[in-house]
């Protein structure tokens, strides 16, 4: 199974909402991606876990708090968005990241999310 | 982070073969070459990376300049199913975590 879940598919919420995104991978991946992707521009990396901990933050808004309750699932919460944070949201895990070899990424298939 | 240049667009004939063009001539020693594509209302999609070899896999081949500040990706035959957004990224290596920097792609267009 090399698959990448992700739900919901679509997500309207309101700047004052707090609602989740869920990931999820059952390839025994040790590293997990959050990406933003805007319309017609590429995916930018928002935050990097390794090993169930978090090892990259690519300078997010703390409206943004993701979370890895373990090794299989990713989850980001999100509170307080403002409009311009409407994008698709994509995860992505890779097998490990190891000094000296390099993974691909498996992609889900992303959370298209609209704030009104 | 290290960058790359690609075209924006290119065309290609079903059933031809598609050459796909990608400088980083400030690529380092240690930097992979990945290349990933991104069909519409679809996430990225792992084509195939390399160091410093040509590989080849059942989707591309991927052929990289003796210097490595340039690559090509080859797909042998395409097909319709083969029209994406292709990405050609420098794997950074961030205080012992791998991250991948998308650049903009190249779109491909397949005329039947």
């Known amino acids: 199974d090399t698959e990448v879940t992700q739900t919901p598919k679509h997500l309207v919420m309101g700047m004052t909402n707090k609602k989740s995104l869920k990931c999820e991978q059952h390839?025994?991946?040790?590293?997990m991606y959050w990406y933003k992707q805007k319309a017609k521009k590429p995916p930018e990396l928002m935050f990097v876990?390794?090993?169930?901990?978090?090892?990259i933050n690519e300078s997010v808004p703390s409206r943004f708090s993701p979370e890895c309750p373990n090794s299989s699932l990713l989850n980001l919460h999100l509170h307080a968005l403002q409009p311009e944070d409407s994008a698709l949201y994509l995860c992505?895990?890779?097998?490990?990241?190891?000094?000296?070899?390099?993974?691909?990424?498996?992609f889900g298939p992303g959370t298209r999310l609209t704030v009104t | 982070d290290a960058k790359t240049t690609q075209p924006n667009s290119m065309e290609s004939n079903e059933e031809e073969p598609v050459h796909l063009p990608c400088n980083h001539s400030?690529?380092?020693?240690?930097?992979?070459i990945h290349w990933y594509r991104q069909l519409p209302s679809q996430g990225p999609e792992y084509v195939i990376h390399?160091?410093?070899s040509n590989v080849n896999n059942r989707m591309a081949s991927l052929a990289i300049a003796e210097d490595r500040k340039s690559s090509t990706l080859i797909l042998h035959r395409a097909t319709l199913r083969d029209a994406a957004v292709y990405y050609c990224?420098?794997?950074?290596?961030?205080?012992?975590?791998?991250?991948?920097?998308f650049g903009t792609g190249t779109r491909l267009t397949i005329i039947p």
């Open positions: 990224i420098l794997r950074d290596w961030d205080f012992g975590n791998e991250k991948l920097t």
């Open positions: 390839m025994g991946h040790r590293a």
């Open positions: 400030t690529i380092s020693g240690t930097d992979y």
């Open positions: 390399g160091l410093t």
């Open positions: 876990y390794s090993y169930e901990k978090l090892s």
């Open positions: 992505a895990s890779s097998q490990d990241t190891l000094a000296g070899v390099s993974y691909e990424q498996y």
